[in-house]
């Protein structure tokens, strides 16, 4: 399996800090990490074989059977005489034999100079590397992260990319080893230590029930900053329903497929899961604080509403998509039914009563959240859209992006939507997408093949023909929710 980007996601600029802190771990916390890994090694190969033993008793007895002498070829001594020939023949048998004849280690090296420095030496023309190397790691004021989920055959990590559209530079600053297939990942900056200000986070979601929020300042960490929930969560749901019921589990009992950050109210954070449940974190304590259960199959995507605090929409293998108002999730909350599973959902930060969903039979969907009846339908592709986004800045710009290889461009301005660009990417079957905050035409994409992909789509004529003109809207949201009342506010630049 070449390498997979699974998702992606930005982290706007001027957040990152601009030297990063480097981990330097001291000789007890290292021991620590390594027993806490074997431990948890320990504990999987235990399962394994117990999942093992039930089988064995039928192959024992298939082992026990007794076997004839087997027959040695006629041919085996011809065979050993013909390599032995070989052997005379180019002298193999003294290959490792020294030379009697072997020159002085000096004659072989002559020609050779060995300079004191780069300085010194007239074939190094780049003198000092060191200081390019200090240049990547700064993070300027005009650089932008892009955070890509990445899988190859023998490991996972998050890789932490550095953008700069002005010189046109894209380049992995450090990466974090994952400790298994990375599913979503959704940028926060809550810090849940008292009296911090705001962090630079990574929450990534993977095949396990458990939650890790990364810290994006620090390199070459070994550890989380926090987790949430737990990964042994999964190994109760093999025990007895008495077992499991003396036993609570805070947390999902399965792989975590989709997270939403909110960000009027900082320390919730929304994680959809495999077990058919959305869970409404509180970061502060790092326990769940609310448990949604109106799916019945798994829940792929979630989205908190951009102005409005209480406001979640959430869609699930269940052909179904839910919006709760979280204050009272289980009285104030509206289904609507589509016609496939549903992939990803996005707000319309331009008209924020609307909503869009994609699903797997290549269908797009815009829902005023006031009406059981779509805005409209668009037949997008011919399989699943795994990616869905709208531009940060330009009203009606959407991107979305399939299994069908392709990605697309389309203006729904006026709710009439129309195809204005389709192209292959050549990066296999598509599995995500996400637009720069800072840049309206600059989209991420992750795909089957050929890493990540950034994409300034306004270098297509057609785009620039149809988006160039069209003013771009700077949305500001509040720091911190006031109910029901918040809006969207515009700047137009």
């Not at 009697?100 to 004191?116: K, R």
């Not at 420095?117 to 992260?145: A, H, M, V, W």
């Not at 052909?319 to 016609?339: A, E």
């Not at 037949?379 to 940060?392: F, K």
Request: some cysteine; glycine content about 6%.
């Amino acid at each position: 399996m070449s390498s997979q980007i699974t998702c992606v996601g930005w982290v706007k600029r001027g957040v990152a800090k601009e030297a990063p802190d480097k981990v330097e771990l001291t000789q007890e916390e290292l021991q620590r990490l390594i027993t806490e890994a074997k431990e948890e090694l320990g504990e999987q190969a235990g399962e394994e074989e117990e999942e093992e033993d039930e089988g064995m008793g039928a192959e024992e007895k298939i082992g026990d059977a007794p076997t004839e002498d087997a027959e040695v070829p006629e041919d085996e001594n011809e065979g050993g005489r013909e390599e032995d020939d070989e052997l005379a023949e180019y002298s193999l048998d003294k290959y490792d034999e020294e030379d009697a004849v072997t020159a002085n280690l000096g004659d072989s090296l002559a020609g050779l100079t060995v300079f004191s420095s780069n300085e010194e030496d007239p074939y190094i023309t780049l003198k000092d590397t060191d200081q390019y190397e200090r240049e990547d790691f700064q993070i300027k004021s005009g650089d932008n992260l892009i955070l890509a989920g990445k899988a190859e055959k023998d490991s996972c990590s998050l890789e932490i990319f550095v953008h700069n559209s002005e010189e046109d530079s894209l380049y992995v600053h450090h990466d974090i080893l994952l400790p298994a297939y990375p599913l979503c990942v959704e940028w926060l900056n809550f810090d849940p230590n008292p009296g911090e200000g705001a962090g630079n986070y990574a929450a990534v979601g993977n095949m396990t029930p458990q939650i890790d929020v990364w810290d994006l300042d620090v390199v070459d960490c070994l550890e989380p900053a926090f987790s949430l929930g737990s990964k042994k969560a999964s190994k109760k749901k093999k025990k007895s329903k008495k077992a499991a019921a003396a036993e609570p589990v805070e947390g999902h009992t399965d792989a975590v497929l989709d997270l939403s950050w909110n960000k009027l109210v900082r320390n919730v954070l929304a994680s959809g899961s495999a077990d058919d449940t959305v869970i409404l974190w509180d970061l502060t304590q790092g326990k769940p604080a609310t448990t949604l259960r109106r799916h019945t199959d798994k829940v792929q995507t979630l989205a908190f509403h951009p102005f409005e605090a209480q406001t979640l929409v959430t869609g699930s293998y269940d052909k179904t998509s839910v919006l709760y108002d979280c204050r009272s999730p289980d009285d104030s909350y509206r289904t609507w039914r589509f016609s496939g599973q549903v992939e990803r959902l996005v707000w319309n930060h331009f008209s924020p009563c609307n909503f869009l969903a994609s699903t797997e039979d290549g269908f797009v969907y815009c829902l005023d959240a006031r009406s059981d009846k779509p805005v409209f339908t668009l037949r997008a592709h011919d399989e699943e859209v795994s990616g869905l986004a709208l531009s940060s800045q330009i009203k009606g710009c959407l991107v979305t992006s399939s299994a069908d290889k392709h990605v697309k461009i389309w203006d729904i301005l006026g709710n009439k939507p129309s195809l204005v660009h389709s192209r292959d990417m050549k990066m296999g079957v598509l599995f995500c997408a996400s637009c720069c905050p800072d840049l309206p035409f600059v989209y991420a994409f992750g795909g089957q093949k050929e890493g990540l992909r950034v994409w300034d789509i306004s270098d297509v004529a057609a785009v620039a023909e149809v988006f160039g003109s069209r003013e771009r809207l700077v949305v500001n949201t509040a720091s911190e929710a006031s109910g029901s009342a918040d809006r969207a506010h515009m700047e137009i630049s």
